[in-house]
Nanobody
Framework: VQLQASGGGLVQAGGSLRLSCDVT????????MGWYRQAPGKQRAVVAT???????NYTGSVKGRFTISRDNAKNTVYLQMNTLKPEDTAVYYC?????????WGQGTQVTVSS
């Protein structure tokens, strides 16, 4: 299983980015997925998750600004990030839960300037 995250970059506060995570697995459609982030000096923390059935959950600080979605035909999970804030600056990782194992992508840097 491989996960390839992309879409990060430098954006001004108030701007938007869309992250993508392509997953190489034959059972993507039944795999819960998630986006996590790790800011400098902090532990990795969950941002949003989406069940195999498409039900999303968000951490409180991103509710109303971020949207997680998945396209099972493309084996891809997305994170649409709007109204970005400097405190959203972090390396963002996608995670796939396949069977009883977690698989992680390599991370993509998101930097929000004030």
């Amino acid at each position: 299983v491989q996960l390839q995250a992309s879409g990060g970059g430098l954006v001004q506060a108030g701007g938007s980015l869309r992250l993508s995570c392509d997953v190489t697995t034959s059972i993507f459609s039944i795999s819960p997925m998630g986006w996590y982030r790790q800011a400098p000096g902090k532990q990795r923390a969950v941002v949003a998750t989406i069940s195999s059935g498409g039900w999303p959950n968000y951490t409180g600080s991103v509710k109303g600004r971020f949207t997680i979605s998945r396209d099972n035909a493309k084996n891809t999970v997305y994170l649409q990030m709007n109204t970005l804030k400097p405190e959203d600056t972090a390396v963002y990782y996608c995670k796939a839960q396949i069977g009883n194992r977690d698989y992680w992508g390599q991370g993509t840097q998101v930097t929000v300037s004030s």
